[in-house]
Nanobody, 130 residues
Framework: QVQLVGSGGGLVQPGSSLRLSCAAS????????VGWFRQAPGKEREGVSC????????YYADSLQGRFTISRDNAKNTAYLQMNSLKPEDTAVYYC???????????????????????WGQGTQVTVSS
């Protein structure tokens, strides 16, 4: 299975941007659907976004209101989550996960498949505070 390392978190002020990275080793990330999840203290884990292996299908949670963008660079074996206009409610540990999915279209159901069966990276802390 592919191993994942998430990075790029930090402490930022509201309205700032961050780009999270998810670097893969031990496999070709281009073969996998990649997703990002987050978990805030005292809350359930939330599926944030995912991108198909072919990069032509993406899914975003409605709560993001268009502020986040998922992408991938298969040549670098890395996926990214660009987060703009960050809000205090975005504070959470962010995790990336990867899995092989049969459908080229990613949906909310894909997030559940990744959550249940994907390979997970370690989390990276994002704190949005003034």
């Amino acid at each position: 299975q592919v191993q994942l390392v998430g990075s790029g978190g930090g402490l930022v002020q509201p309205g700032s941007s961050l780009r999270l990275s998810c670097a893969a080793s031990g496999g070709i990330l281009g073969d996998y659907t990649v997703g990002w999840f987050r978990q805030a203290p005292g809350k359930e884990r939330e599926g944030v976004s995912c991108i198909s292996s072919s990069e032509d299908s993406t899914y975003y949670a409605d709560s993001l209101q268009g502020r986040f963008t998922i992408s991938r660079d298969n040549a670098k074996n890395t996926a990214y989550l660009q987060m703009n206009s960050l809000k205090p409610e975005d504070t959470a540990v962010y995790y990336c996960a990867a899995g092989v999915t049969l459908s080229g279209t990613v949906t909310e159901a894909t997030m559940k498949l990744l959550a249940d069966f994907g390979s997970w990276g370690q989390g990276t802390q994002v704190t949005v505070s003034s």
